[in-house]
């Protein structure tokens, strides 16, 4: 017996209403002049049926599982996709694309908390939450976890595709995992900030390669940083791979990883999916970019102090492109720093990154942290020739993509892949852009749901720095920041209990670079010792930004009641033990 889902709309006339509504799809490329599908074909997996547009290509990953799942061009894909996928590293752009593959345990790992569940009896496509302009329904009824990647301009025509949808009689019934269904931020998993201090040879894929690619390339190949498509409303490829499991497993074993955002393009493009040529509107659209990609971060477990950067591909640059283009990465930088994050810009040498460096010294633009250039030039290594003054960008704050879109073999395992080379360092966190905020207290009491006040907003101003974003610092604790203090409490081991007392503040004003520090020394790192040290041992010590004989004291009771060596030195194991909140 058919069973169908109550909050289908009838695919047809409906469909065909939507598509004439919104013209034609965004193409990646130049834009197509306006055509609408003159029929609609069902497609059906699992007993799960949807209606799609007749141009659409079908791809049954059964027949074909290594095939790449892209959604620079409509499709459907069907099934589930091969753990190593046969993807070009080139692909650029999205149109629209929607993957039903199985509930399993592997599936279950994309699933955030953004993932809508069909109910019976309630519309579901027509109000799941669009994350990166991607759309994820787990129909639990059919067994399928449906992603629907689309983009501004293609949401509509989605969202029509995802109501067109009904149960046959072949859907059997599979749940979500109770894992998955857990709302929340995913602890952090990665070891430290990507990439962290590298300098050697890495590599970037369109999708992210399984964990026996991974493992392989590891024991015989170049290579060991790997650049990964985190986020972005134009990234081409699917991430069937990519989790903050997998995040973790490669972190550990030695990789270094490089997050890519792919949005809006420049505006002198052809690209369907652009930034604005207001200089004001772009820069707000670079920040609606960068809070995407934060949360795809954190999600992943990729944690502050991290370079995430913006994909820009190459354009021929006017007067008002460079503005545009600068005035978003303006955007995106600094509400990467708001967070904790440091930025980074890729383009092509010749355009963006040439008109980065013409505007280095330019106040009117915030400057990105480190540059990922494209320059086919076969020489590994980060010189930027005439693009780039070998000053600029010079303190270990370059990846150069010195060949593209060239296929390598390790262990078996065949990957598409563009070759970098880099040369990272950690950088230096940035400030907390926390406007008032007060981190400096005799004395930091718990505060929790329903407390107001100035150590309310120093709190949410850590823990947006920390990249647990509790909101606006406002003062007021509210449940977002409850949110925000048990996650972050989660991913330090403590007890999370959404409360910030003397471990939560020990652990928050503690984080950042871990410099020895001893009597004599002063500055910012000496500043947040005093403060944690203030939170941890309960009693006051001055907060002046230097180590003198109080300062001195203080470590060696702090350290002596942890049972570390009590020589009033801040070393690793000290700065170790305060920012894991002991």
């Not at 599979?174 to 300098?199: F, I, K």
Request: charged share 15%.
């Amino acid at each position: 017996m058919s069973s169908r889902i109550p909050w289908r709309a009838r695919a047809g006339t409906a469909l065909l209403a939507v598509l004439a509504g919104i013209g034609a799809f965004a193409a990646p490329v130049p834009a197509q002049a306006d055509s609408q599908p003159e029929s609609l074909q069902s497609v059906t997996y699992h007993g799960y049926r949807i209606e799609v547009p007749a141009e659409w290509q079908v791809v049954d990953l059964a027949e074909n599982p290594r095939a790449c799942l892209r959604f620079d061009r409509p499709a459907v894909y069907l099934g589930e996709p091969a753990e190593q996928n046969d993807c070009p590293a080139g692909v650029v752009g999205r149109s629209a694309g929607i993957v039903v593959e199985p509930i399993t345990a592997r599936s279950a790992g994309q699933a955030t908390a953004a993932t809508a569940r069909t109910q019976r009896g309630k519309a579901i496509a027509p109000t799941a939450a669009s994350s990166n302009d991607t759309i994820q329904i787990a129909v639990e009824d059919a067994g399928v976890l449906v992603t629907a990647a689309h983009t501004p301009e293609t949401e509509n025509l989605v969202r029509g595709v995802l109501a067109s949808a009904e149960l046959t009689s072949g859907a059997e019934r599979t749940a979500l995992p109770a894992a998955a269904q857990r709302s929340g931020a995913t602890p952090l998993a990665a070891a430290g900030p990507q990439p962290g201090s590298y300098l050697g040879k890495g590599f970037d894929a369109c999708t992210a390669p399984s964990q026996a690619a991974m493992n392989a390339w590891q024991a015989s190949s170049p290579y060991s940083a790997v650049g990964v498509y985190i986020s972005g409303s134009f990234r081409g490829c699917a991430q069937p791979n990519l989790t903050a499991s997998w995040v973790t497993s490669q972190t550990n074993n030695g990789w270094r990883l490089f997050p890519i955002d792919v949005g809006r393009q420049a505006p002198c493009t052809s690209y369907s999916l652009k930034m604005s040529t207001d200089p004001a509107t772009a820069k707000s659209q670079g920040v609606t970019a960068a809070a995407g990609a934060i949360s795809a971060a954190s999600g992943l477990g990729i944690p502050a102090g991290s370079a995430i950067y913006s994909d820009i591909e190459a354009y021929t640059s006017t007067a008002s492109c460079k503005a545009s283009v600068l005035s978003y990465l303006s955007g995106w930088t600094e509400r990467l720093h708001s967070s904790g994050y440091l930025s980074g810009f890729y383009s092509s040498a010749a355009s963006g990154i040439k008109d980065a460096a013409a505007e280095y010294n330019n106040g009117a633009y915030t400057r990105v942290d480190h540059l990922f250039y494209a320059w086919w030039n076969g020489a590994a290594d980060t010189d930027t020739g005439s693009y780039v003054p070998s000053s600029y960008w010079s303190n270990h704050q370059r990846i150069h993509q010195y060949v593209g879109e060239v296929t390598e073999s390790y262990g078996g395992y065949s990957i598409n892949i563009d070759r970098d080379y880099l040369d990272v360092g950690n950088g230096s966190t940035p400030t907390p852009s926390c406007s008032g905020a007060n981190l400096d207290f005799t004395a930091y009491t718990t505060v929790q749901s329903g407390s107001t006040g100035d150590r309310v907003k120093a709190a949410q101003c850590l823990l947006k720095a920390a990249g647990f974003d509790p909101g606006t610092p406002d003062g007021i604790f509210g449940p977002d920041t409850t949110a925000a203090a048990r996650n972050f409490q989660s991913s330090k081991g403590l007890t999370a209990d959404g409360a910030v007392g003397p471990k939560t503040w020990t652990a928050l004003l503690s984080r950042g670079s871990t410099p020895t520090v001893q009597n004599g020394s002063t500055g910012e790192a000496v500043t947040r010792l005093q403060r944690a040290l203030t939170a941890a041992l309960g009693r006051t010590v001055s907060i002046d930004g230097i180590f003198g004989s109080g300062t001195a004291q203080a470590v060696r009771d702090y350290q002596s009641s942890r049972g570390l060596g009590a020589d009033g030195i801040v070393g690793p194991a000290t700065w170790g033990a305060l920012q894991s909140g002991k």
